[in-house]
């Protein structure tokens, strides 16, 4: 030791020993370190309002179903008798058993918010029959998925056949499981109820065992299907537990194929499954949050900021056709019935609040606001209930509702969710101060500093509020107010106990009040809201009109609602109704922005507006401009074209080619799929082995080197012919259609330099033309088919 070379190495180590021994000093500590929280459901409660009635309205329909029904498919796996039949719809169609994970979230959070017995009740019978059937499987599982037993002993042993949404033919099974997973999270967690963490944790351990033996290319492979929140759910076992061994599956599990991007800070979303990927991002942020991980933190934010400001339209929701749409191009999405999709706001509004928490910056609650109004609020039909899967902002289109005993589609599972939660951002706290984030009608109640918040306020019919404390001794600490984004500079003003409050923020920061506070002290707030127009984040001449946080439309009639209140059918979430010419929609005629001028509020209505002459043609100057969360039972108009006078006459004619082309296909097309896409894929059973998939937003394709099929329907019994729409590849390609299980033709595709996809139409015979038609397609000697695109069946 006396060689300097020797001392000098040896400091070097002790340093970079020093240095590891930090880092893994703040991983183990990051989580108890002082930050900001947000208030337990319990503590909240909310105040006579449009949130409240939504909150009723929920709860209504949470009590409507029968939880037996729900359990049904756990028990079938458990090999138990069954106490009633299975719900139908997705239910007993490939996700049997999700529901029921969403529903024990459901009553949990609706527990909370409250303290109805009935919630608790059914959330203890709930988590105790599915410990009954976890402890009949004896290994730790319990779930509802189809032969689930034979499937998980299939990923055990590293054989994986999957895509977006299958896995081994099984319809995405680890977002499935991910359901439960989160419903026994959350209901030890924010229900209260032990036994779920008993069955969680065996659960939990279970599925470690199932994976144990995959290696990593296997683990990758596995997340290429649609696995929901899987390592969000393993951050908070860890959270719980403190075991490590948690935290390193919840990492294992995170998909790198979406992870490494946004580490780059690289947009590779556009093409992408939408609501597969938040929940990923909701665990990358929440891994990040424990552990201190700079790097997953800012590939979290980055996400944030790109779907927040360059893919979601003004309500707040994101993708069409539940897909990422171009962020430079916005049609596809204005000329479809399947607009963004709700469980990918309730996902946004999961990862906005993470984030927030952990560095609460005003512009993540600016979102969350606005995504809260619109499209969460907007979501639920506020007197009979039921639950909106898409909300299109095609041109005088509409929405359907879900019914308790009918519909089980993904959104109805966030949908029983989302509006018993309203409680959990209104406020949050730090160990000493209050942050006041949203202006909602409700009470406060922080109980281990002795302090009562309420907030008086009729928001957003009017635009004040009114805070008034009640404290059980005086208090120094902040309270931090929003000052939103869409209050103009210096616009904003408190007044406590009646004096003016010198303020010097600008919109969308915090307003921070510090004093020594007491009992009685009132704080008046006043935020004047004005109305704008918003482009599309493409910047198009599409505007949506915004008063204040709220999107405001217009109802253009109540003509051809088809399935308004969808039944059990494949595809009743789908607004199928006639899609009405975008050529014969209300237009904006302006030489400038000049029409935001005759856009005037109603003299004695509340957020109501007229339009004026600001609208072409003139039958449509008589719509009124009304909170989008308050349409519903109708057509509706949310984006407006904008052109001048002299753009009109060849605009329109432009349009109406354009849409005679798509509408004349359309009303011919009995049903189609589009290949390669998640949705139409898993509502016409698709089923295959050895295959492939690819391409982009609208133009994705599967591939298969073994065999592919889909049920396409077919009700009235009037197709006649069958369209294919194959790629072109360089070299010449043969496989077979085979149709009800009887060989149809041996297709022959020649070489073509030609990449573009190709239609083929072949004639049906009679004795084809049933209700229910299975297509298959059949590669030979495991030669590829090459590209398919999409199967259409149509009248003569």
């Known amino acids: ?389 898409f909300t299109p902002i095609r041109p005088r289109h509409y929405r359907v509702y879900s019914q308790p005993q009918e519909g089980f589609w993904c959104c109805v599972g966030s949908g029983l969710e989302n509006h018993g939660k309203y409680g959990e951002m209104i406020y949050a706290h730090t160990d000493k101060d209050l942050y006041v984030n949203l202006f909602m009608a409700s009470t406060v109640n922080w109980k281990e500093k002795g302090i009562v918040l309420t907030q008086n306020t009729q928001f957003p019919n009017t635009s004040n509020s009114e805070i008034i404390l009640k404290l059980t001794k005086p208090q120094t600490f902040t309270l931090y107010v929003r000052y939103p984004k869409w209050v103009k500079e210096n616009a904003f003003q408190v007044k406590i106990n009646g004096k003016s409050f010198v303020l010097n923020e600008k919109p969308s920061s915090f307003i921070t009040i510090n004093r020594t506070w007491k009992s009685g002290d009132k704080v008046s707030l006043v935020f004047p809201m004005e109305t704008i127009a918003e482009t599309l984040p493409d910047g198009s001449s599409w505007v949506s009109f915004v008063h204040g946080p709220i999107v405001l439309a217009a109802k253009t009639d109540t003509t051809d609602l088809k399935g308004l209140f969808a039944n059990d059918s494949r595809m009743g979430h789908e607004a199928s109704g006639k899609l009405y010419p975008l050529d014969e929609a209300p237009i904006l005629v302006s030489n400038s922005n000049e029409y935001l001028s005759k856009i005037q509020p109603i003299k004695n209505t509340a957020l109501q507006f007229s339009m004026g002459d600001a609208l072409y043609p003139s039958k449509y100057q008589s719509l009124t401009l009304i909170p989008f969360y308050q349409l519903h039972d109708a057509r509706y108009m949310m984006y407006f074209p904008v052109m001048n006078q002299e753009q009109l006459a060849g605009k329109i004619q432009e349009m109406k080619e354009k849409e005679q082309l798509k509408l004349a296909l359309e009303q011919k097309t009995i049903d189609q799929i589009a290949l390669g896409e998640q949705q139409p894929e898993a509502d016409h059973h698709f089923q295959g082995n050895q295959s492939n998939t690819g391409g982009e937003l609208g133009a994705f394709w599967r591939s298969t080197i073994d065999w592919i099929s889909y049920d396409l329907r077919n009700i009235e019994q009037t197709a006649k012919k069958l369209r294919v729409t194959v790629g072109n590849e360089n070299k010449v390609r043969e496989f077979d259609i085979v149709i009800n299980g009887e060989l149809f033709k041996t297709i022959q595709l020649e070489a073509k330099k030609s990449r573009k996809p190709s239609d083929i139409d072949y004639e049906l015979p009679q004795a084809l033309n049933t209700k229910a038609i299975n297509i298959k397609f059949v590669a030979k000697n495991k030669q590829s088919t090459g590209a398919i695109y999409s199967i259409r069946l149509l009248k003569e």
């Open 1 to 389: 030791m006396n060689n300097p070379m020797s001392i000098k190495h040896f400091s070097l180590f002790l340093f970079f020993i020093s240095i590891l021994t930090t880092s893994y000093a703040q991983q183990e500590t990051s989580s108890a370190t002082p930050k900001l929280q947000s208030f337990p459901l319990q503590a909240v409660r909310l105040q006579a309002g449009p949130f409240l009635n939504a909150q009723q309205v929920d709860m209504k329909y949470i009590i409507a179903l029968n939880p037996d029904r729900l359990l049904a498919p756990y028990r079938i796996d458990a090999g138990l008798p069954l106490k009633a039949e299975r719900y139908g719809n997705w239910e007993n169609s490939g996700l049997d058993g999700h529901i029921g994970g969403h529903y024990l979230s459901a009553l949990a959070l609706m527990y909370a918010s409250t303290n109805n017995p009935e919630m608790q009740k059914r959330l203890n019978y709930m988590v105790s029959e599915l410990a009954l059937c976890q402890e009949k499987n004896g290994d730790g599982y319990v779930g509802g998925i189809p032969q689930g037993k034979v499937f998980w002993s299939r990923i055990a042993k590293g054989d994986l056949d999957g895509s977006g949404f299958g896995l081994n033919n099984t319809w995405v099974p680890l977002y499935n499981i991910h359901k439960l997973f989160a419903g026994l999270y959350d209901a030890y967690t924010v229900g209260g109820n032990k036994q779920a963490l008993t069955v969680l944790v065996k659960l939990g351990d279970w599925f470690a065992g199932t994976i144990q033996n995959l290696n990593e290319v296997q683990i990758q492979k596995m997340l290429q299907t649609e696995h929901g929140g899987m390592n969000e759910v393993y951050a908070e076992l860890y959270e719980i537990t403190k075991e490590k061994k948690y935290l390193e599956i919840a990492q294992k599990i995170s998909h790198r194929a979406i992870l490494n991007p946004l580490l780059a800070q690289k947009d590779a979303l556009t093409g992408l499954h939408a609501n597969t990927q938040i929940p990923k991002v909701i665990g990358f942020q929440r891994i990040a949050s424990l552990t201190n991980n700079q790097d997953w933190a800012n590939a979290a934010n980055f996400f944030w900021e790109n779907v927040s400001s360059k893919r979601s339209v003004s309500f707040g929701g994101n993708s069409f056709r539940e897909h990422f749409n171009p962020i430079n191009d916005f049609t596809p999405m204005l000329e479809s019935n399947q607009g963004p999709e709700t469980c990918n706001s309730y996902n946004m509004l999961k990862l906005t609040k993470s984030l927030f928490l952990s560095e609460p910056k005003a512009n993540y609650i600016d979102f969350y606001e606005r995504t809260l109004y619109n499209h969460i609020l907007s979501s639920q039909h506020p007197t009979k209930g039921g639950f909106v899967y």
